[in-house]
């Protein structure tokens, strides 16, 4: 089992004729994904080498779906047209859009997201590394040589700290590691994450990755005292970050003790959840939660 992603899934890449949509295409070939076709209205028609594999370009996400019965795009276009390939993909009726691209406006997340929750489109991002189920497939850009099938979930605000605990914990293995992205509007939150992974059978512990700023990770600690019974470890990035600045992800702004990394441990700690002060102390928190549950 995972979630939102299996081996079933058939992608698209929009963008997928750009340096990194040809890129990440061919790592995500080489990890098996099925990716099915990409997109560009300008190349329609043409296909593209993939060391053994060609894939076909269509001058639309409708005419993948139409031609492949695709259901998950990752989205690899500029900043500027991410709002209109979002719109299409979600307009075609696919599942899942990953959206890889940063430095999208707000104003633009903000009515794509809106939009697809509207229309029964599940968006992972903006500006996230995807989501991978080891060993199935995997959307976007996390690599897939770090780790392997196994019995934790992760959702993640950071790409970078996604990679780090995938690492740690490669003896053990993943579910599925989720990246949903550090902007201030994303389409799929920690609590989303959550709920799947605690209806996921093969999801033994769910590991939750935040960061200052905003306050996702007191909503989620909020939900896991209502609804999670399986083990959580948490860890959360910017405890040596000074107050009143912006650090590294746009959401992550803190003013006073909201927001802060303390303030977040705190209220994760206060429903039970193991918090970590660094990454590696994070993975021992998980190893020892593991041999807890047996």
């Known amino acids: 089992m995972a979630i939102y992603l299996t081996k079933e899934s058939k992608i698209l890449v929009q963008g997928m004729t750009g340096g990194e949509g040809m890129k990440h295409t061919r790592r995500m070939l080489a990890a098996g994904t099925n990716v099915v076709g990409g997109v560009n209205p300008r190349k329609a028609g043409r296909t ?3 060391d053994e594999r060609a894939v076909p370009v269509f001058g639309s996400v409708a005419e993948g779906i139409e ?3 695709a259901d998950v795009t990752v989205v690899f276009v500029p900043p500027a047209f991410a709002d209109a390939a979002v719109v299409e993909a979600v307009d075609a009726g696919i599942g899942l859009a990953v959206v890889i691209t940063e430095g999208i406006p707000v104003h633009d997340s903000v009515a794509f997201t809106t939009y697809a929750q509207d229309k029964g489109t599940r ?6 590394p995807g989501l991978i189920t080891p ?3 995997n959307a976007g850009i996390i690599p897939a040589d770090i780790t392997k099938p196994g019995r934790i979930g992760l959702v ?6 996604t990679y780090q605990l995938m690492y740690e914990l490669r003896d053990i293995g993943f579910s599925t590691c989720v990246g949903i992205g550090g902007d201030p509007v994303v389409g799929t939150t920690h609590i989303d994450c959550l709920a799947a992974f605690q209806d996921d059978p093969d ?6 990755i935040g960061e200052i700023g905003g306050d996702a990770e007191e909503r989620a600690a909020a939900y ?4 999670v019974t399986k083990p959580v470890v948490g860890y959360i990035a910017g405890f040596t970050a000074p107050e009143g600045r912006t650090m590294g ?3 992550a702004i803190v003013s006073g003790s909201s927001g802060t990394a303390h303030a977040k441990k705190e209220a994760l700690e206060a429903v039970g959840v193991r918090v970590g002060n660094t990454p590696t102390e994070t993975a021992r928190l998980v190893l020892a939660a593991l041999e807890a549950e047996g």
């Open 67 to 69: 031609a492949t019965g």
């Open 156 to 161: 993640s605000k950071s790409g970078t700290l």
């Open 224 to 227: 896991v005292r209502d609804h």
């Open 203 to 208: 999801t033994e512990l769910i590991v939750l």
């Open 123 to 128: 968006i992972i991002g903006p500006n996230c």
């Open 249 to 251: 992800h746009a959401g």
């Open 135 to 137: 060993g199935q497939s």
């Open 48 to 50: 593209v080498d993939f």
